[in-house]
């Protein structure tokens, strides 16, 4: 039997990459753990107490439950309304890019990845204010819409792949329009689906900006909005807001390990179709 070589460059680069994310892990587990004095005497030392005290202290300044029930909830229907919606209007764009009319919604859709955010955030903190939408349900909706632009070009391309004999098929057994989405595309969809929810559940779990400037009132502050509680004037008190950083990643990174097998199924069986 031949013995495999080892390709050491590529080895190398996969251990630096490693020490690259492991690196400022190591930082925040540690300075979460230490006390104001031991950081500011080294802080790239291992703490010579576990300090978990500040994992509570943590908890009650930023009202943690409170502000992760936001954040589940908000980022659950995203992701839920998300799949749905904008894989509903990429089939319709999809199936009629031979019409004017989809063909230039398509380009209009696509075109709005390419508008800077700040260039319209004034006139959106306006228009939220005026159609009382400056509350959970709002930014629900913001996120759905601004995320459409990048998922429907996602959709749109994975939908051409599918075979258009399906659907015809599904139709002379009696299927409409609904049933031919419902029964035979959206399960095709199942690997683009995982790679849009892990986007939107992502970037809505983790997003300051758009619940700075919508969220009114301070009881739907999310995870992030609570962690700027540590900053201050005068100073910020590190050793808790590393506490708080690590409490608000810690719900993603038990997703992905209970998640990562549907995940990796789901790109396998894209990059085979």
Known sequence: MLKQKTNWPVTILIALGSLFILF?????????????????????????????????????ATNFFAAFKNSALITVVTVVFTILTNSMVAFAIARNMDKKFFK??????????????????????????????DNQGGLIFLYIVYGAALNIFIY???IRSIPKE?????????????????K???????????????????????????????LNDPADATLPLVQYIFQSEFGTDFNLAFASYLLA?????????????????????????
Do not use: R
């Not at 230039?104 to 939220?128: D, H, N, R």
């Not at 399906?166 to 419902?182: N, P, S, Y």
């Not at 035979?184 to 690997?191: E, Q």
């Open 24 to 60: 400022p892990l190591y930082i925040a587990v540690s300075i979460a753990l230490k006390t104001p004095d031991e950081m500011a005497q080294s802080v790239l030392s291992l703490p010579t107490g576990l300090h978990f005290e500040n994992f509570a202290k943590a908890i009650e």
């Open 104 to 133: 230039g919604l398509y380009y209009y859709f696509v075109s709005a990845m390419f508008i800077p955010f700040p260039i319209i955030m004034l006139p959106l903190v306006k228009q939220t204010a005026a159609f009382g939408m």
């Open 184 to 214: 035979v595309i959206f399960p095709l969809l199942t690997p683009i689906n995982a790679t849009v929810g892990i986007l939107t559940c992502l970037w809505a779990w983790n997003d300051f900006m758009l619940p700075l400037i919508i």
């Open 156 to 158: 749109a391309g994975y």
């Open 166 to 182: 399906l659907e015809e098929a599904a139709i002379v057994d009696g299927c409409g329009t609904w049933g031919v989405f419902w």
């Open 249 to 273: 990643l810690s719900p993603m990174v038990i997703v992905y390990i209970f998640a990562q097998k549907w995940i990796i199924g789901g790109v396998v069986k894209g990059a085979i179709k």
